[in-house]
């Protein structure tokens, strides 16, 4: 799947929208290439809580893998950064809260979270040592738990409350 395929697919849906896209860029961050529209319209693409943007994404996607995009690539829309800034925070947060599982030496548990922001939170820590991620839960309270695989001889965050 072409990166040029998706750009033409995003220039066509958001013209059809009756918008105007200013710019369109193309970068890789946690794991996925993010194409990334600059416009006037920001909230009108955006929509309330990231609605029109999370409808764009999941349209694109469906259209690309109709056309048969078997080897489809992970891939991000991304209005004036809105998507970028919500990455940026995940990742520092998945960071931080390895760095406590390994100084501590227990397992931790995050907040629920969508499908997207587990697997951000799965790609960012992937190959980090001494901790794996696993999701946990079904449905609004899938989680992700950051485990502890090196050397558990301290007591559990349980066992120290």
Known sequence: MEKEAVITLIRELVGKMGM???NLLVSDIAGHTLFTITTKDSGALIGTGGETLHALNHLVKKILEDEGGENMFHFVIDVNGYHATHIRALESQALMLAERARTFK???????????????????????PDVLTESQGEGKVRHIVIKYTGDKTSATLQEML
């Not at 227990?106 to 980090?128: K, N």
Request: aromatic share 8%; no cysteine.
């Open 106 to 128: 227990y397992d931790i548990e995050m907040s629920p979270m969508s499908s997207y922001d587990r697997l951000i939170v799965h790609s960012v820590l992937q190959g980090s």
């Open 20 to 22: 105007t896209i200013d």
